[in-house]
T-cell receptor, first 111, second 114 residues
């Protein structure tokens, strides 16, 4: 079964709106990462948050982590059409080195 | 600098044939990962290598799948006697080390088994 599960599976918003995606995981972790994928090809790393951090920002991205609930959220503010992509969370299952990806959230930003 | 390079970008093969997929990681990255992604799905972990240590093969789906990494750099994923269910995009990633595991991905190889 997947370590990370994203919610929602798909999201469609208007340009300028905020987009929020959630990720839940099952085991303890050292860190959680978010990646973006365009057109079903290579993924691009967005942000990493460590288990002892609660919130992290990078440009228009804001990530939160709640280890008690085993969940994380990715907020993209003031979305742009270019943000249209699939977004995946990834965790190091049980604090090991194997990286487990969720099924992803497909974001569509309408211009 | 150069990113992770995968070849071929697309591969069409007949059921039962063997295929080899190649990955050139970023220079200096000691960790290398292989994933499989079926259409519209997430990434399925296959295997990782770290330096000269024994690889973690726990994600390989069957004994038809194997991978090697020569000289701590280039890696080859081999699928023997391909089946139609092997059709997917195979992604390779590298990172500085397993501990510093921000991964840099190649563009993938799209494998179609007819």
């Amino acid at each position: 079964s997947q370590q990370g599960e994203e919610d929602p599976q798909a999201l469609s918003i208007q340009e300028g709106e905020n987009a929020t995606m959630n990720c839940s995981y099952k085991t303890s972790i050292n860190n959680l990462q978010w990646y973006r994928q365009n057109s079903g090809r290579g993924l691009v790393h967005l942000i990493l948050i460590r288990s002892n951090e609660r919130e992290k920002h990078s440009g228009r991205l804001r990530v939160t982590l709640d280890t008690s609930k085993k969940s994380s959220s990715l907020l993209i503010t003031a979305s742009r059409a270019a943000d249209t992509a699939s977004y995946f969370c990834a965790t190091d299952a049980d604090g090991g080195f194997k990286t487990i990806f969720g099924a992803g959230t497909r974001l569509f930003v309408k211009a | 600098g150069a990113g992770v390079s995968q070849s071929p970008s697309n591969k069409v093969t007949e059921k039962g044939k063997d295929v080899e997929l190649r990955c050139d990681p970023i220079s200096g990255h000691t960790a290398l990962y292989w994933y499989r992604q079926s259409l519209g799905q997430g990434l399925e972990f296959l295997i990782y290598f770290q330096g000269n240590s024994a690889p973690d093969k726990s994600g390989l789906p069957s004994d038809r799948f194997s991978a090697e990494r020569t000289g701590g750099s280039v890696s080859t994923l081999t699928i023997q006697r391909t089946q139609q269910e092997d059709s997917a995009v195979y992604l390779c990633a590298s990172s500085l080390s397993l501990a510093k595991n921000i991964q840099y991905f190649g563009a993938g190889t799209r494998l179609s088994v007819l």
